[in-house]
């Protein structure tokens, strides 16, 4: 499975961005997805996760309310939009796919995933 992450750009604060996580390979298994970001200095942050159907999604306290994690799976492609973003936002975004099934807190584990595309940059500044 490979994963192309694009969307990303320059915004100013209080604006809105939205990133797209395009899979292609063998996609025909409805794999977990999550968005990581990674800001300068900072280790990498998971901040949104999606399941296969996509009717559970869990995010990280920093962006729980402004973001949305959502997916299409006919276009086998996973969306982050990103509302009232912050200078804080500044960030490398990846995306992820995990071959295995939510349970518990599996998701919220880095080393859980097992594809990941390249970084989009996202810059919140004024």
């Known amino acids: 499975v490979q994963l192309q992450a694009s969307g990303g750009g320059l915004v100013q604060p209080g604006g809105s961005l939205r990133l797209s996580c395009a899979a292609s390979?063998?996609?025909?298994?409805?794999?977990?997805m999550a968005w990581f970001r990674q800001a300068p200095g900072k280790e990498r942050e998971r901040i949104a996760t999606?399941?296969?159907?996509?009717?559970?999604?869990y995010y990280a306290d920093s962006v729980k309310g402004r973001f949305d994690i959502s997916r299409d799976n006919a276009k086998d492609t996973v969306y982050l939009q990103m509302n009232r973003l912050q200078t804080l936002d500044t960030a490398v975004y990846y995306c992820?796919?995990?071959?295995?099934?939510?349970?518990?807190?599996?998701?919220?584990?880095?080393?859980?995933?097992?594809?990941w595309g390249q970084g989009t940059q996202v810059t919140v500044s004024s």
């Open positions: 992820a796919a995990a071959r295995g099934r939510i349970s518990g807190n599996n998701y919220l584990r880095e080393d859980w995933y097992d594809y």
């Open positions: 390979g063998r996609t025909n298994t409805l794999y977990p």
């Open positions: 999606i399941g296969g159907t996509g009717s559970r999604t």
